[in-house]
């Protein structure tokens, strides 16, 4: 700390020693060089101030970079660290990437075998399909000849049969019809009778009495009826009924086996259908 003289103390002092003259002169330059002091001793206190003022900014900046520093550290090692989770989990992945396409490859391969076998099936079995189409069409064509055959056969043998059925129901009606339906002096025979749409046959036709009057028997004879064949035959019957002018004109058909539509359609269009077992029972 510099000490400070006032001016008067200077001049007591040097007066003590130097001639008047002398003593203000010197006390001038005393002064001076007390006034350079001061302001010396001023910029001093300002240069350390400044000096502790930037010391604790260096201090602060030091204080920041280590902290930055230690920061930056920690983000070295978590970046290290996670840029090694993921390296790790990128081997996971290609080892699993390579176990997949080792295994889609071994499964493409089983399924281009398995579709190789598939085509080789599909063609054996269409070499089968082939032979059997070609098999069975010949067995068709043979079957057909056989069927042909059969239905010749079957139609002589119904041929036969039906003449034998109407000789038998031509026998057997006239009784049945005169003791069930009171109709006397029956004879039943073939006829053929003229329409629009040309001449039509029916099976047993005769002429009898009841209670005086005439009545006209129409009879058709079936092995087996059913009920879309009892339909033609009923409407057949119904036109040919029309075409007689005279008595009563009685539709009915005979049939060994009746079909249970067939009976629904006789009751919807009005013709008797009688089965042969029960005229041939009545003539015991």
């Known amino acids: 700390m510099v000490m400070l003289m006032t001016r008067q103390k200077m001049e ?17 330059v005393l002064d001076t060089i007390q006034q350079v002091e001061l302001e010396r001793a001023a910029d001093t206190r300002d240069l ?8 604790e900014e260096v201090r602060k900046l030091t204080s920041a970079q280590q902290r930055t520093d230690e920061r930056l550290a920690k983000f070295e090692t978590r970046t290290d660290r996670r840029f090694a989770e993921l390296a790790a989990a990128q ?7 390579a176990k997949f396409e080792t295994r889609t490859d071994r499964r493409f391969a ?4 398995a579709q190789q076998r598939t085509d080789e099936s599909v063609a054996r079995l269409s070499s089968a399909v082939e032979r059997l189409a070609e098999t069975t069409e010949q067995g068709m064509a043979r079957l057909w ?15 036969r049969f039906g003449f034998s059925l109407e000789e038998f129901v031509a026998a057997l ?19 053929y009778f003229e ?23 129409l009879a058709d004879c079936r092995a087996k009826i059913r009920g ?6 009923a409407g057949k019957l119904e036109k040919i009924a029309e075409t007689i002018t005279t008595g009563e004109v009685v539709q009915m058909v005979v049939a060994m086996n009746i079909h249970p539509l067939a009976e629904a359609v006789a009751q919807e269009t009005g013709v008797r259908v009688i089965p042969y077992s029960r005229i041939n029972r009545e003539r015991s």
């Open 145 to 159: 000849d056989a069927v042909g055959h059969l239905q010749n056969e079957i139609g002589g043998l119904s041929n």
């Open 110 to 113: 089983e399924l281009a075998a």
């Open 12 to 28: 007591e002092k040097l007066e003590q020693v130097f001639a008047p003259e002398q003593t203000d002169s010197l006390v001038e």
């Open 91 to 97: 081997q996971r992945t290609d080892e699993r990437l």
């Open 195 to 217: 329409l629009p749409e040309g001449l039509q046959e029916v099976d047993l036709v005769g002429s009898g009495q009841r209670e005086g009057q005439p009545v006209m028997v």
């Open 173 to 191: 009606l006239p009784p049945y019809l005169e003791r069930y339906d009171g109709i006397t002096g029956l004879t039943l025979d073939r006829r």
């Open 228 to 233: 879309g064949e009892l339909r033609k035959l």
């Open 48 to 55: 350390k101030q400044g000096l502790t003022t930037l010391t």
